[in-house]
């Protein structure tokens, strides 16, 4: 699956998202920062996936979120290409049904935990680039911000996306598209409502801002930061300097 990175067809994909990499190599400075634990729900084609690969270091530990196929596609991948080695990789593939998402697995996840009795902070970094949908995407952010780790950090891609916007995914492309969203839930970006309900409400997450837009295209938070006015985000001189 790799061998699509900067395939034409694959160009929206094809570019790892740099605000990934830049808090996993923060979070790598750290002192003690080994044995992290980092997932990333919706792979695409691996372009993200294997740059944050590039930054762990043996003993870290690796989540992918995404329907079976690509988790073993690029799973294969990686071990024919030597990547990760000393990285435990863990696969959470879904089946191609309606209601069978990384939601569920992440559920899954936390419910074993409380079970269990054990601590919920699993995270390090989460990086959320699922669907897009409020369906899926409002379940899984909920359940991620109970499995960050205080002071982990959570990644919502695409915020300002749609499907009517979306160059490959509007109705026009994909006519399946009305058949299964209203022309409300088409139009609107869905990450967009999932972080203004769950993450900017949210006093335990402050959200970190990596330049001067206004609005970024991946909202960053961070949990249990030292309070900041969540309107105007953290400067970047700020947040590089903090340790």
């Not at 799973?75 to 209601?99: C, P, R, W, Y």
């Not at 330049?211 to 400067?235: E, L, W």
């Amino acid at each position: 699956m790799l061998e699509l990175i900067g395939k034409v067809k694959y160009k929206y994909i094809s570019q790892a998202s740099s605000e990934v990499v830049t808090i996993l190599k923060k979070i790598k400075e750290l002192p003690n920062a080994s044995n992290i634990t980092v997932a990333e729900v919706g792979l695409g084609i691996g372009a993200t996936t294997k740059e944050i690969l590039n930054i762990l270091t043996p003993g870290d530990t690796l989540h992918l979120f995404d329907f079976q196929e690509t988790v073993d596609a690029l799973t294969a991948d990686f071990q024919k290409l030597n990547m990760g080695q000393g990285v435990n990789i863990v696969g959470f593939g879904s089946e191609k049904k309606v209601h069978s998402s990384y939601a569920w697995f992440l559920g899954k996840m936390a419910v074993e935990k409380i079970d269990r009795n054990e601590p919920m902070g699993t995270y390090d970094l989460a990086y959320l680039d699922g669907s897009h949908t409020f369906l899926h995407d409002a379940a899984a952010c909920c359940v991620l911000k109970g499995l960050v780790k205080d002071g982990g950090y959570l990644i919502l891609d695409d915020v300002y996306w749609s499907h009517a916007t979306s160059p490959t995914w509007n109705p026009e492309k994909k006519p399946h598209i009305r058949d299964t969203f209203t022309d409300d839930q088409i139009n609107t970006p869905n990450v967009e409502m999932v972080k203004k309900l769950f993450m900017d409400t949210d006093a335990d997450f402050v959200e970190v801002r990596l330049d001067d837009n206004p609005k970024p295209a991946r909202a960053i938070y961070q949990k249990r930061a030292p309070k900041t006015p969540q309107a105007k985000g953290i400067s970047i001189k700020d947040f590089l300097l903090r340790r």
